[in-house]
């Protein structure tokens, strides 16, 4: 059996704090992974799914949603620089782990979105698909991508013409277009092959 929340299941009167983790930024050219652990309360607000398969104002509704109801949330991050010089996986990995080691009260067991764990003490299962179908992954998964969005929107004010409010530094022909154009910025990841090949 998946605890999908807190919930009692070695006995009448122990209850299993349960966290959902996930992170979103594997893919863009720009900008930190980001990930974020939830361990859901009581009351669980409706509507949790995939943070992809939700609307923007989905998404925002349920950020502030999930933060004012959940026991506990967290975020945490990899830079780019330990992007470029651990790998994508790996750094991913590592911000699920500071996300996790951030909550406070501390989970009993924590469900991964994906199909690998980070290096940690945990009780944890990885579960492909998880932030679709396991509430508190779900809600991971949009305080994740919530709060990358928004640092990507703050950032193309700080590097415009790149087009980082719209795309979230995913390499669209726009913003490959853009890195031909404008060269590579500070925060772009110099591993990744589009800029790689630009340097």
């Known amino acids: 059996m998946i605890p999908t929340e807190n ?4 006995g009448a009167s122990t209850i299993i704090r ?3 983790c996930d992170e979103v930024g594997r893919g863009p050219l720009a900008g930190d992974v980001v990930a974020a652990a939830v361990i859901l309360g009581s009351s669980i607000p409706e509507g949790l799914n995939d943070s992809k398969k939700l609307t923007e104002r989905k998404r925002e509704r349920l950020f502030d949603e999930i933060k004012a109801s959940a026991l506990a949330w967290s975020i945490g991050r990899a830079s780019i620089e330990e992007i470029d010089s651990l790998n994508i996986l790996h750094a991913s990995l590592l911000a699920m782990k500071r996300a996790v080691e951030s909550l406070s009260p501390v989970p009993e067991h924590v469900l991964v979105d994906g199909n690998k764990l980070p290096n940690w003490e945990f009780s944890a299962e990885a579960i492909v698909g ?3 179908s396991i509430p508190c992954i779900s809600a991971a998964s949009i305080l994740a991508k919530v709060t990358r969005d928004r640092e990507m929107i703050s950032l193309d004010e700080e590097y415009p013409g790149y087009g980082l409010a719209k795309h979230k ?12 154009r404008l060269g590579v910025s500070p925060i772009h990841r110099r591993s990744f092959g589009p800029v790689a090949r630009l340097i």
């Not at 919930?7 to 070695?10: M, N, P, Q, T």
């Not at 530094?169 to 031909?180: N, R």
């Open 169 to 180: 530094g995913y390499p669209t022909a726009q913003h490959l277009d853009a890195l031909a």
């Open 18 to 20: 349960t966290a959902g």
């Open 7 to 10: 919930s009692r299941l070695r």
């Open 130 to 132: 998880g932030d679709g």
